[in-house]
């Protein structure tokens, strides 16, 4: 099983490797480097693709998930690429990805080619939404994870009818309780980067359900236009996790974009 041990992690990662461009994928909260296998499928035969799993999450996660935040995972991933021998990257994140390839692109810019953003916000979460998940959160840590709770989940981050949601039910009821409440720590006190985005000068793809339960799309037009060079597409029927439940509409976009960056 492919291990870097960095920064007092063992991060679990795969990579396609070959000579193209690298793209480095980061999941979402609850989620894992296998969300962006639709990705990895179109893209590894032109770009070497390199997918993780965070802090907290797959096989990174431990029984100890100590405090981080997501400059930590942002650092992770500077390691990631370190390790791996790669210079500059995209980077492509979904939702808690996105926190931390917007943080990556402030601390080390220089990795960076360009960014992949997928419904995903430089803000903090809505503060209405926050004691529902909270709630959600301390009755999966005391009682395990009921199948109502994994059903607000998954319409919540699949959207509702998936066909693919079954074994993410799955993988969510397996989540050890120290994970989850510091992944949410780590989430619920993030920082609002808002005011710093304008300084990400690299190209930008702001990809957007435009049925998102966890992020409103107006969240991720106010991130795009702060960004200096930022295009936007939104997935019609699509969700949270749009790459994942739609990529028939989301492929085509990246790999434009990314050919886009070829040509430059």
Known sequence: MPIAHLNGQDLYFEDSGGDGPAVIFSHGLLMDSSMFEPQVAALKSR???????????GRTATDTCTPFTYYDSANDLAALLAHLGVQRAVLAGMSQG???????????PALVRALILIDTQAMLEDPAQMPHHQALVEDWVTNG???????????????????????????WKQTLPVNLLQCFTTLAARDDISDRVPEIAVPALVVHGESDQAIDLSRAMAMANALPNAHVVTVPGAGHAANLTHPTAVNPAIEKFLASLDRE
């Open 47 to 57: 770009y070497r693709c390199i997918v993780w799993d965070e802090r907290g999450h």
């Open 98 to 108: 996105g926190y931390l390839s917007l943080r990556c692109a402030l601390t080390h």
């Open 145 to 171: 994870l009921s199948d109502a709770n994994a059903q607000v989940i998954e319409h919540i981050i699949l959207g509702d009818g998936w066909p693919g949601a079954a074994p993410w039910h799955t993988k």
